[in-house]
């Protein structure tokens, strides 16, 4: 297995999220368009488009899921100077120059938003990769604005680190079949690295979590405890 990191994001090259290489030319017409030819490293076609140039990478990805290519959330268009491109990034301009080539990688979109992500904390634009795995937002660099929803019980966690350690000793039975646990294995073996730390979540958020799903007791003055 491979991996490199795209912003904060690392990605897993190997049989289970591929690689994709995709090239393109402008064609000069009354409308121009845009001719993408998309394939596997293996060198197999997933599909040839002709998109109106105006058009913008989500309609490349739409295109490509269509073709039997991965869902848009689960497409990362990255440059060859490691640029990852928005959805609404023009599909004129990102192929303007002929030898600008992208690589697609396969990534687990949000399981809880299953598109682009928020952050309560900020406000920001929402939008893919806005979250680490450590529950921090790229934009305000703050951790806790964006919960990761247990699918199977009423708890949300403020990263998905912390929903896989749930789903680990809590729902093991579908973490065993139906949830993607590599990324958790990821994190325990960077545990033994000297220095290693999580960020910490904003003070007064997740409170239930923190005392494992047990509700507090009111004090009297708006706040409550154990």
Partial sequence: NSIFQVGSRKVLGCDGLPWYCIMAELQESQEPQVSVSVCRLTGATVGQFNLPSPKGVRDLKRAIEEAGGPHPIEQLLVTADGTMLRDEDVLGEVFLHPKNQITMVRVDGCPTCKGPCACSLCGCTPQVGLISYYGVCKECGRCGGHPSQCPFCRLAFPS??????????????????????????????SRRRPGFTVPQVEADLFLEQRRGGIPGIPTGNGDSRL
């Fill in 160 to 189: 998905l680190c912390g929903l896989d350690s749930h789903m680990k000793w809590v729902h093991s039975d579908q973490a065993d079949s139906d949830w993607n646990m590599s990324r958790f294995e990821d994190f325990v073996e």
